[in-house]
């Protein structure tokens, strides 16, 4: 069913997909988008990651390290309809380009590997998809492998991601004799040849077919359960029809209250075509989500995706290339066209958009304009940052910006070469501006520049990027992780007075403050952990509401240091209870003064301990291995949580520091003749061993 792409470039938004492709890292995401490409037409040749021929994973440290690593955004057409296409990478040092592109995504497929099922970085992404409310069908791939099972991987769904799978199709055959499957909405069979190609159908095999009508009653019956209409129609006619069904299952995958699960196996070209009728039948367009809400001046306001509205789109990745830099947006309401005026809100500032270009990984083509639900990227716009919102200067609005996680590994890097230290500072400006996870900064002691990222993966990619791409011979220091301290035991009562006079006005502020651990520390609504609290119980006017703000700002301004190591302080509550202020020499400064300052000396007088970072690892090692592999982990200060058997290998989770986990990679290795591989999942932070200020505060 393939179709020209750019025939539908004018389709209605009704027409249009805007989806992800999410996944652990290896669950065959990429191989999936190339036989999506190749299917609809868009690509002629069916690339393969393993020949560094795939559309999607141009980069060259893509190609030579076989994972995807950025992003890529592609467009193909299906049964009339556009589909809008994000590869996005597995790896966990990558989250934050999986959590910039599903801020701006309409739906999404969940790949799974028919054999492991839910792994962490599986589940790690579907949380997120789930804090952007993002509907999902799920893809079972890989059905040909060894030990290959779509019911165990079903099972795994439904313990590991708390949602209820509703299977729509039924395998035939097992591992090496996987051919095709039974649709259980219309009960008929598809079967490929060989070399995959357009599929056979006919009617479903004699030997599947008891089996097919069980699981068909079964699908009937969970959907009942979840739909109102499907459970009127089966109490009635006890059997739920196809098309009732279809609708059902639409229904419920744009509520999120179930998951339609496919599967097929992408390296062998067998079920992409049920995938893609599903996307279409399933997903929601630009016009069945929720109409984007945006503030201006406090107010919110919501844009529905008309192109006859005013213009708004969000930046959600920015990128240098050859032929200049490339801004990619989300269009969310309104038009934009060659030559337009946009105002980026946050920077208040005005730019001309050059060129708009459809977007086919690391190919692009020049469109003269882009509507609501459109994902492109515009040449011309020298300011923008991802996160940033561009709209017609008459009517502003300000889109929440994508989540940034806190980057948690560090290292020093300089240029070998003094001649090159200037070009070394141009290089990183540009690197963070690409990739909002990194962060550059001067380490004020040493006066090295410090580069800090998501893992050592990510920081081993941003480094040999400055190489390739800026020629740049750069040094790089041992990495370092992202300490912080937190108050195990707090202070009551706590009084400062500041005081200051040198001349003129002076300053006068007197605080009393309170400090305790955060326990609890919940959510907000943004999904990431609240790290401080501030109150104030004063009463009768004591402190004025100017100055307890001021206090407040104060206090933050002493979070970035900590006693013990001047690492930041977290899971900290403070609470003003009382202070006085002077008729002429308090001021809002004098107040935000004595607030880092009384802050401050309450830290010194806390019990304080010391964070490091934690990571889950899922180490997966021959058996004959395990107890090497194990007693390696012990001397990593690791916590073991689990270990399951599955095919002759073993599978073990632990909890390890992330500072004990560099140069491990090459440790197992060389523990298991290359056999052994990991993954990890970033759970936070653990106090360090030891590592405690002051253990008997004063009273």
């Avoid at 989500?289 to 959600?316: H, I, K, N, S």
């Avoid at 005005?350 to 492109?376: P, T």
């Avoid at 001047?566 to 202070?579: A, E, F, K, N, Q």
């Amino acid at each position: 069913m393939r179709t020209d792409l750019h025939r539908h470039l004018t389709s209605p938004l009704t027409a249009v997909r805007n989806l992800g492709i999410l996944a652990h890292v290896d669950a065959g995401k990429t191989t999936l988008t190339e036989r999506i490409l190749y299917l609809t037409g868009a690509t002629h040749k069916r690339g393969e990651v393993h020949d560094g021929t795939t559309v999607t994973d141009f980069d060259l440290q893509e190609r030579d390290r076989g994972i995807t690593i950025f992003a890529a955004a592609v467009s193909c057409a299906w049964d009339g309809h556009r589909i809008n296409l994000i590869d996005t990478p597995g790896h966990v040092d990558f989250s934050d380009e999986v959590e910039r592109s599903l801020r701006v995504l309409d739906g999404a497929i969940a790949v799974f590997d028919a054999v492991a099922g839910v792994e962490p970085q599986s589940e790690s992404v579907w949380r997120q998809a789930d804090r952007h409310g993002v509907p999902r069908i799920a893809f079972v791939n890989k059905l040909d492998r060894a030990g290959a099972d779509l019911d165990t991987a079903v099972a795994s769904i439904r313990e590991r991601l708390h949602t209820v799978p509703l299977v729509v199709q039924l395998p035939i055959g097992k591992e090496d004799g996987f051919t095709g499957v039974v649709d259980l909405l219309r009960m008929r069979a598809m079967v490929w040849a060989d070399d995959g190609g357009t599929p056979e159908e006919g009617r479903v095999p004699d030997a599947l077919l008891e089996e097919a009508h069980r699981r068909r009653r079964l699908l009937e019956e969970t959907v009942a359960e979840l739909h109102p209409v499907a459970l009127d129609e089966f109490c009635a006619e006890s059997k739920v029809s196809g098309q009732t069904l279809a609708a059902a299952l639409r229904d419920l995958t744009r509520t999120g209250e179930g998951v339609v699960v496919l599967c097929g196996t992408a390296y062998r070209n067998r079920g992409i075509e049920p995938l893609l009728e599903a996307v279409v039948a399933y997903l929601p367009s630009p016009l069945d989500v929720p109409a984007v809400r945006g503030t201006l001046d406090g107010a919110v306001q919501e844009r529905v995706a008309d192109p006859a509205a005013p213009f708004a789109a969000l930046v959600f990745k920015v990128s240098s290339t050859a032929t200049g830099r490339l801004t990619y947006l989300r269009v969310y309401s309104g038009t934009i066209g060659k030559g337009d005026m946009v105002l980026d809100v946050g920077a208040r500032r005005s730019e001309r958009v050059g060129r708009i270009l459809r977007v086919q990984a690391g190919r692009h083509s020049d469109v003269e304009r882009a509507v609501a639900g459109d994902i492109v990227a515009v040449v011309g716009l020298k300011a923008a940052r991802a996160g940033a919102t561009l709209c017609t200067p008459a009517a502003p609005l300000v889109l929440e910006p994508p989540s940034v996680a806190a980057p948690v590994v560090s290292v020093a890097v300089e240029a070998r070469r003094s001649i090159d230290a200037d070009r070394l500072v141009s290089a990183l400006v540009r690197l963070v501006e690409e990739d909002p996870s990194l962060s550059v900064r001067t380490d004020p002691e040493t006066g090295q520049t410090v580069l800090s990222g998501m893992g050592e993966l990510h920081l081993e990619v941003a480094v040999e990027k400055i190489r390739r791409a800026h020629g740049l011979d750069v040094g790089v220091g041992r990495p370092q992780v992202a300490y912080r301290e937190t108050v195990a035991r707090g202070v009551t009562g706590l009084v400062y007075r500041h005081v200051k006079q040198d001349g003129g006005a002076g300053q006068f502020a007197h605080v009393v403050l309170d400090t305790e651990p955060l326990e609890a520390a919940g959510d907000n609504d943004t999904g990431r952990a609240v790290d401080f609290v501030f109150r104030s119980t004063v009463v009768g006017g004591r402190v004025p509401q100017e100055y307890v703000r001021a206090v407040e700002a104060g206090c933050r301004d002493a979070l970035t240091e900590g006693p013990l190591g001047g690492h930041p302080v977290t899971g900290l509550r403070v609470t003003l209870t009382d202070g006085a202020t002077h008729s002429k020499d308090s001021s809002e400064m004098a107040f935000r003064t004595a607030g880092r300052l009384a802050l401050r000396e309450a830290l010194r007088s806390s019990v304080m301990v010391l964070l490091e970072p934690v990571v889950e690892v899922t180490v997966t090692v021959p058996e004959d291995a395990v107890g090497g592999v194990l007693g390696d982990l012990a001397a990593r200060r690791a916590r073991v949580s689990g270990s399951t058997s599955r095919a002759g290998t073993a599978v073990i989770t632990a909890t390890v520091p992330l500072a004990e986990l560099f140069g491990y990679a090459t440790r197992l290795r060389s523990r298991t003749q290359g056999r052994g591989t990991f993954t990890t999942r970033a759970t936070g932070y653990a106090p360090a061993p030891g590592a405690v200020l002051n253990r008997t505060p004063p009273r």
